[in-house]
């Protein structure tokens, strides 16, 4: 096995590596610890729902018969697999149904990438609870920077920034939870960077045939090579140490000119992204979130909460960001994904029925031609209060036109389960406990929350991987 000697020195993804490298548990507040555990049993949820996706259980079938050895747990099943292998499927899983959380002006999902390769990586070794929880913290705070240091050029190029900037984040917290050296994890972050790709196809308006699979598959991949590539690192393998913030490196690739080295280190240590985290209430795209939660407020305070008949609506009118109506004006998907990125679809699907239930986006909802018609009745414009604002806020305003010539506005600027206008625990636990209950795998959700409740003080993960697994 090769030693690597040198330490990493230098410019700003170097400092940052550094500093995450030796942070230590106790200089990171308890607040961060708290959301770390909310975050990961929000992750969890997603994932348990969407393992029973077909693009779950197509890529769990490949990585089975291809019997990868290992220690690493897929959620629902009794056989554990090879870390990347589970990292893989377990990502894809969690980011399988729109349901993950968010890093709102980063644009970005920490925890699809970040929590699959951490349970796969730490796995098989010894390390407790806190520790685990501390590499969670880490994660998320490596992916906010180094999404904010190549800010949106990439996405308006059409890269999915989550698997562009997912491998390199989820190495680096890999590299920590495995204690390796800040030399080794440059070396796994100059690997990982080789690994990240993600076109956005799947959202590009007017292509035809929907979205297809691939962006389920997007954080799972991202997840797996950072995990492959901090165990590369571990047993010699090397990178190049400048390939994140130096020449041809990932932002540089990415992201220039307009990118800005200068935040991955900004305020570093004074606060932490993990307590920014904006958790999804309903299984959709995030700059849809606010749209369905007006619509839904004018249908419980106007309508008795009942849903509104097709033929009472005339018009609706939603306005957003410049972004969101290039992206998300589709008003006729042609699959489950297409659906949940189309803001006409989820407009008629608030008004009609129950927007938070994933199962609303079968494809006997998005063949639905009262449905469709009522999408088609829907117009997008560019709002310019929620464009000032974006992407630091996913600003929304709607105007439902009836056919009774009434006309109902509202605006919000901060969706719930924003910082801004957070989840309560009881919500997140709701949604968690209904996400399992929807989930067709034989697991124990109970024991799987109190597994994740008592991380703080276990001195190994063996609960959390027991219950994980099909009982």
């Known amino acids: ?263 991955l280190t900004q305020g570093l240590g004074a606060s932490w992204a993990i307590n920014d985290v904006w958790f999804k209430v309903y299984p959709i795209c995030g700059w849809i979130q606010g749209v369905v939660q007006l619509l839904g407020a004018m249908r419980s305070e106007n309508n008795q909460g009942k849903p509104y008949a097709p033929d009472q609506i005339r018009k609706v009118v939603v306005g957003t960001s410049a972004f969101a109506v290039k992206g998300n004006s589709n008003p006729k998907p042609g699959d489950t994904m297409d659906a949940q990125y189309s803001i006409p679809y989820c407009t008629a699907l608030a008004l009609t029925r129950d927007a938070s239930d994933p199962r609303a986006f079968e494809a006997a909802g998005y063949t639905n031609t009262a449905l469709l018609n009522l999408a088609a009745r829907v117009e997008t414009r560019v709002d310019d209060e929620c464009e000032a604002v974006y992407p630091q806020r996913f600003g929304s305003r709607v105007q439902l036109h009836l056919t009774n010539g009434e006309v109902k506005e509202a605006l919000t600027l901060d969706p719930h389960g924003t910082p801004a206008d957070p989840c309560s625990d009881a919500e997140l636990a709701a949604k968690f406990t209904r996400l399992a209950a929807l989930a067709p795998l034989k697991v124990d959700s109970a024991a799987i929350a109190k597994a994740v409740a008592q991380l703080p003080t276990s001195a190994s993960l063996r609960n959390l991987s027991n219950a994980l697994r099909a009982t």
């Not at 240091?149 to 890999?174: L, R």
């Not at 590539?229 to 090397?238: E, H, I, K, Q, W």
Request: contains cysteine; glycine residues 12%.
């Open 1 to 263: 096995m090769m030693e690597i000697e040198s330490s990493p020195t230098g410019g700003h993804a170097a400092k940052l590596i550094e500093f995450v490298a030796a942070l230590p548990a106790h200089a990171i507040p308890k607040v961060a610890f708290d959301n770390a555990r909310r975050c990961l049993l929000d992750a969890i949820g997603c994932g348990l729902f969407g393992a029973g996706q077909p693009w779950s259980q197509i890529m769990s079938a490949q990585m089975f018969a291809e019997k990868s050895q290992g220690a690493s747990t897929v959620f629902g099943y009794a056989a554990p697999l090879a870390a990347p292998a589970a990292a893989l499927c377990n990502g894809t899983a969690i980011h399988g149904f729109e349901l993950d959380d968010l890093l709102s002006a980063a644009v970005i999902h920490p925890g699809t990438v970040t929590v699959p390769a951490l349970l796969a990586a730490a796995e098989g070794h010894e390390i407790t609870g806190e520790e685990l929880l501390r590499a969670i913290i880490i994660g998320y705070e490596v992916t906010a920077r180094i999404s904010l240091a190549m800010g949106m050029a990439a996405s308006h190029q059409g890269f999915h920034k989550t698997s562009v900037v997912g491998p390199v984040a989820s190495a680096i917290a890999v590299g920590c939870v495995l204690k390796l050296s800040a030399a080794q994890i440059t070396c796994a972050a100059g690997i990982a960077a080789s690994m990240a790709s993600g076109v956005k196809a799947y959202a590009a308006p007017g292509s035809g045939g929907g979205g297809g699979m691939v962006k389920r598959m997007h954080a799972g991949w991202a997840a797996s090579s950072g995990v492959r590539a901090a165990l590369l690192a571990r047993d010699g393998f090397t990178g190049p140490s400048g390939a994140i913030d130096g020449r041809y490196g990932l932002l540089d690739v990415f992201s220039s000119p307009s990118m800005n080295a200068e935040r």
